[in-house]
C-alpha cells in the first residue's frame, strides 16, 4: 500500500483502501477516485479503454454509495488521430452514464497513446471496504448479461445495453448504504471475485471462506477462466445474515445474478471451499495483500 512510504496524520479522517477517498463534507462524504490504464490497452483497444474511462470510476463511486458527479481526463498521444478513438470512447460512455467530462489536461506530442481519468462524486452514507465485521455473510453481484472481449478476461454487460438500464441498476448500491441493509463493499477489479474480496477482508481486518461453486457465473462458462474475469458490473458485499436475503432480492429485482457465496470470520485467512474440500488461500497474518488493512497501517 501506498501509505506505507507515505505520511499520515493520525488524526486523518480519511481512510486509504477504498475504492474512492472518501472526505467528510457536511452531511456526506465527497468521493474522489482515479484510475490510470495500462499502455497496452490504451494502444490496443483505444475506444474501449477511453468507454472504460468512465464505466470503472462510476462502478468505483457506486461501490461506495455515492453517486458520481463529474470526470476529467488525462490523455497524451501521437497526435489527434490518435488521441481521437479515446475521446470518443469517453464521450460515449458519459452519455451512457450520465456523467459529464468537464475537463482535463491532453498532450498531442508523446510518443504513444496514455490515458488516466479521475472522478468526483457524493454519498450521503457509505460503503466501505472497512465496515465488514464477523459472522457476515459474503455477497457476489454480478451481471451475467455480457459476453467476454475475446480474447481478453473482460466480462462486458456495459456496451450495448440500454443506458437507463445500467443507470438503474448502479442505484442498486447507494439505496443499500442509505437503507442500512449493507455497509461493506467493493467493486469487483482485475484482481477478480476472489480477489477483490481478499481486498475486502484485508481493510476490515478479517478471514473468511468463500464456496466457489456458489458464485453466480454464466451457464456453462469455466470456473478458473471466470474466477480471473474482470466484469463490467460486479459487486462483492459483506452483509449481515438478517439482510441477506433482502439485498439479494434487490439485485435479482433487476436482472442481476446475486447471491451468498461465503461468510467472515476474526481469522485473517481466507480459505477457498468446493464440495467437501477447503483449502487455505492467503493468510493476511503472514502476508499482507495490499498493505492497507488496519493491522498493518496501525503499525506506520
Not at 439505496?175 to 449493507?182: R, Y
Request: aromatic content about 6%; overall charge negative; proline content about 5%.
Amino acid at each position: 500500500c501506498i501509505t506505507m512510504s507515505a505520511q499520515r496524520g493520525n488524526d486523518s479522517a480519511v481512510a486509504v483502501g477504498d475504492d474512492c477517498a472518501a472526505i467528510p463534507d457536511g452531511d456526506g462524504f465527497l468521493l474522489l477516485a482515479s484510475e490510470g490504464y495500462l499502455n497496452d490497452f490504451v494502444a490496443s483497444q483505444p475506444w474501449f479503454a477511453g468507454y472504460c474511462g468512465v464505466m470503472v470510476n462510476v462502478s468505483d463511486i457506486y461501490a461506495m454509495g455515492g453517486r458520481p458527479i463529474a470526470v476529467v481526463d488525462a490523455i497524451w498521444s501521437d497526435g489527434a488521430g490518435q488521441a481521437k478513438p479515446i475521446l470518443e470512447g469517453l464521450a460515449t460512455a458519459a452519455q451512457v452514464y450520465g456523467v459529464p467530462v468537464v475537463g482535463g489536461h491532453s498532450n498531442l506530442r508523446n510518443d504513444r497513446p496514455q490515458l488516466s481519468v479521475a472522478i468526483l462524486g457524493r454519498a450521503k452514507k457509505l460503503l466501505s471496504s472497512f465496515a465488514a465485521k464477523p459472522g457476515q455473510q459474503l455477497l457476489a453481484a454480478i451481471d451475467l448479461r455480457g459476453h467476454f472481449r475475446e480474447p481478453y478476461l473482460w466480462w462486458d454487460a456495459s456496451t450495448g445495453a440500454p443506458p437507463e438500464r445500467l443507470r438503474q441498476d448502479l442505484e442498486i448500491l447507494p439505496t443499500l448504504a442509505e437503507t442500512g441493509l449493507c455497509a461493506a463493499a467493493k467493486d469487483i477489479s482485475n484482481a477478480g471475485i476472489v480477489g477483490t474480496q481478499l481486498m475486502l477482508l484485508e481493510c476490515s481486518d478479517l478471514g473468511g471462506v468463500i464456496d466457489l461453486e456458489a458464485i453466480p457465473r454464466p451457464e456453462g462458462m469455466d470456473l478458473e477462466r471466470w474466477l480471473r474475469c474482470f466484469p463490467s458490473f460486479g459487486f462483492v458485499l459483506s452483509v449481515d445474515t438478517d439482510n441477506s436475503d433482502a439485498v439479494i432480492e434487490l439485485f435479482c429485482q433487476r436482472g442481476i445474478a446475486c447471491a451468498a457465496i461465503g461468510t467472515t470470520d476474526a481469522s485473517r485467512q481466507l480459505r477457498l471451499a468446493r464440495g467437501d474440500e477447503q483449502q487455505l488461500l492467503w493468510d493476511l497474518n503472514e502476508q499482507p495483500l495490499t498493505g492497507c488493512g488496519p493491522t498493518l497501517l496501525s503499525e506506520v
